[in-house]
């Protein structure tokens, strides 16, 4: 299995070091950049990072019509923050870029500014115990339709939403030792 990482701005090196520690035998993992790389990948993961720039980007350089027609074609992909606002379809209150591939609506810096950032237990749907949340400037889901399912909420806040073979999670779990989304995703 080949995953890559979409290392264009943001905290692509933390989900190659959790998909490193994952513990999967012949995970190969790399940093993609370009839509050929994206092209010699089994699935994605779109990281934290600022979503504007990161869309501006993926317009320039084509990475973005990559992601979509990837996805189209059943590639797994999971969205960690700006990975999760860039998937979905609707941005509250935002003209910008987005894939549209979820079928949610998401808030930006829906607990406030960095400053505000936070750890809490996160309850995850098919884990027995709860993940450390890691939120910074964290977006949540305001409207979540059908085929997307809640995976994850935090005091009544949905946080986490799985699409078929989509993922996307409003908080950072490569910043923890934690691998069990990781290895969940790659499950997919």
Not at 60 to 70: C, E, I, N, P
Not at 89 to 114: D, H, M, P, W, Y
Request: proline letters at 4%; hydrophobic letters at 45%; one cysteine or more.
């Amino acid at each position: 299995m080949r995953v890559g990482v979409i290392a264009i701005q943001g905290d692509f090196e933390k989900h190659v070091n959790a998909l490193r520690n994952c513990g999967v035998s012949g995970l190969e993992v790399i940093e993609a950049r370009t839509p050929e790389d994206l092209a010699s990948v089994d699935r994605a993961i779109i990281p934290g990072g600022e979503s504007t720039t990161v869309g501006l980007l993926m317009q320039r350089y084509g990475m973005g019509d990559a992601l979509k027609s990837a996805a189209q074609d059943g590639m797994p992909i999971w969205g960690t923050c700006m990975g999760m606002i860039l998937m979905a379809q609707t941005i509250v209150g935002r003209e910008q870029f987005s894939l549209g591939l979820l079928n949610i609506e998401v808030r930006r810096n829906a607990f406030g500014a960095q400053i505000n950032s936070f750890e809490d237990e996160v309850k995850v749907v098919g884990l027995d115990e709860p993940v450390l949340g890691v939120f910074i400037r964290a977006p949540v889901v305001s409207k979540i339709n059908e085929p997307a399912e809640v995976l994850a909420k935090y005091r009544g806040h949905v946080v986490g939403v799985r699409q078929g073979n989509l993922l996307g999670t409003s908080f950072h779990p490569e910043l923890t030792d934690d691998t069990r989304l990781h290895r969940y995703f790659l499950e997919i």
